[in-house]
């Protein structure tokens, strides 16, 4: 049984407006994964406002803090910081373009369902 797991969170509606991610949604993912050794969260727009690009999303940084598995957010969208930022115990990854809609035939590599390659 894999003893890590990731989660995918949504900052962004339809309409394209940053929004906080759903803690609800969220926090019941944490709940199914509390046996995991190492939970990594993966957010497009940060959840806490450390640049003009993130959000202000006070509740989600408290939320984590009952999850010591959480070892780690993972965030794009922010090109001016690519660097690891550190609250209340939780490192922030940032890489400017984790996360992005470029398109089809971008230079972005897709991501398929399909195995590409098999052992011989």
């Given at each position: 049984?894999p003893q890590n797991a ?94 992005g809609n470029w398109g089809v035939g971008s ?14």
């Amino acid at each position: 049984m894999p003893q890590n797991a990731l989660v995918l969170g949504d900052t962004s509606n339809e309409k394209g407006a940053y929004v906080c991610p759903d803690l609800a949604w969220i926090e019941k993912q944490l709940i199914d994964l509390k046996d995991k050794k190492q939970v990594f969260l993966f957010l497009h727009v940060c959840a806490k406002d450390w640049s003009l690009h993130g959000t202000e999303c006070r509740d989600f940084e408290q939320m984590l803090l009952k999850y010591p598995n959480v070892k780690a957010t993972f965030h794009g969208h922010d090109h001016a910081i690519d660097a690891v930022k550190t609250g209340k115990n939780k490192p922030a990854i940032f890489d400017g373009h984790f996360g992005g809609n470029w398109g089809v035939g971008s230079a972005a590599t897709p991501i398929s369902s399909t195995p590409t390659h098999r052992r011989r």
